[in-house]
């Protein structure tokens, strides 16, 4: 076959290699995340970080005023409950599927009673035995990610024991 | 020979289209998260980022620069890597930022080195939020960003390579976040020694 002839599949080899690695990418780089969580605390576990400065490389572009807490999800088997003390601030829990949609958040003015109770299943219609908020899945894999704003540095120690008392296990 | 020198030729063609096809993409990807479906200035934004409604090359550019944004009724993110003028921002240069209190439960700008995260410098000074900044007796604001010391509200650059601002308006209001386009937003005008 001479040159010419094959530049078409030089061409369609391009355009495959291209479409594969941008519908890849994103799937990669939160199984990359999952996976230094994991090593780091484990699969449907929670971190506490500390607030974001320039020695913070977790996830890129932290808000240097958001104490985050990230736990890495993995519903497969079990649902998965979610509990966290609300504080006065602004503050958010929020769900990200494996390919990166941010499909669930709930923050202090739409969480009720000063604390948030919320399960996460892969299974359609499934209740939970505590009348928590039940979210289903998009995958059974993702990332929750806790965000409390601190204003005040005086008040980080305050907002550090909030941020702790945030769970995140199998139910 | 002509066998081993079509086989050759074969492997690197195969080289040649997957070159190609990952140069395109990541440049694809660069633009796209550079541009932003809106404008306002320097700033661009999406009204998609971060939802499930986000187009392929929306959600790579997300998993490589702005990983695990909120979608923007909880919180949109302007982000700036140009000055009012259109040249890229560098840590070369000083930048005044100016504008007014934005229509939003709480707001901030942050300054990003090239690699997307904060930049280091002595005095951990890596954002200004509209609780923490000096304001002007019009109660309008005024940032300073630079790699040398300034007065007032000095934003530190840290002094070599691209830098980036981000605009994050946490819960906007409503009238902002059914209408990205129509946020007034600061300016950034640039001086480069």
């Known amino acids: ?171 | 020979m002509p066998r081993a020198r079509n086989l050759l030729t074969s492997t690197g063609l195969v080289v040649l289209s997957v070159v190609l096809g990952l140069g395109s993409a990541a440049l694809s990807i660069r633009i796209v998260s550079r541009r932003g479906a809106i404008r306002i200035g320097p700033w661009a934004t999406s009204t998609t980022v971060g939802s499930r409604e986000a187009g392929m090359y929306e959600r790579a550019a997300v998993a490589i620069h702005a990983l695990f944004v909120l979608n923007r009724a909880e919180t949109i993110y302007y982000r700036a890597h140009v000055d009012d003028s259109g040249r890229e921002l560098d840590a070369r240069c000083d930048y005044q930022i100016r504008g007014r209190p934005l229509d939003s439960r709480w707001w901030s700008i942050t300054a990003y080195g090239s690699d997307e995260f904060l930049i280091a410098n002595a005095q951990d000074r890596y954002s200004f939020n509209m609780a923490n900044l000096a304001r002007e007796p019009d109660g309008s604001f005024f940032i300073r960003a630079s790699s040398r010391p300034q007065p007032g509200n000095w934003l530190p650059l840290g002094g070599k390579g691209h830098v980036s601002f981000t605009l994050r308006l946490y819960v906007p209001s409503a009238e902002i976040a059914a209408h990205l386009e129509r946020a007034t937003l600061p300016s950034i005008a640039g001086e480069c020694r």
């Open chain 1, 1 to 171: 076959m001479t040159l010419a002839r094959r530049i078409p599949w030089v061409l369609a080899g391009a355009a495959l290699a291209h479409v594969a690695a941008v519908q890849m990418l994103p799937r990669f780089i939160v199984y990359v995340v999952r996976h230094r969580l994991e090593r780091a605390v484990g699969v449907n576990h929670i971190l506490h970080s500390p607030l974001p400065d320039s020695t913070w490389h977790t996830i890129v572009m932290p808000s240097p005023d958001l104490l985050y807490s990230v736990c890495a999800y993995n519903v497969s088997d079990r649902p998965l409950l979610v509990t966290a003390d609300v504080p006065q601030g602004y503050w958010s829990v929020s769900a990200f599927a494996d390919n990166t949609d941010n499909f669930f958040v709930q923050n202090d003015r739409t969480a009720s009673h000063g604390r948030v109770r919320v399960v996460f299943s892969s299974q359609p219609g499934f209740k939970d035995p505590d009348r928590g908020v039940v979210v289903q899945v998009p995958s059974s894999t993702g990332i929750i990610l806790f965000r409390q704003l601190v204003l005040d540095r005086n008040e980080l120690a305050r907002a550090q024991q909030i941020q702790n008392g945030a769970t995140c296990a199998p139910l």
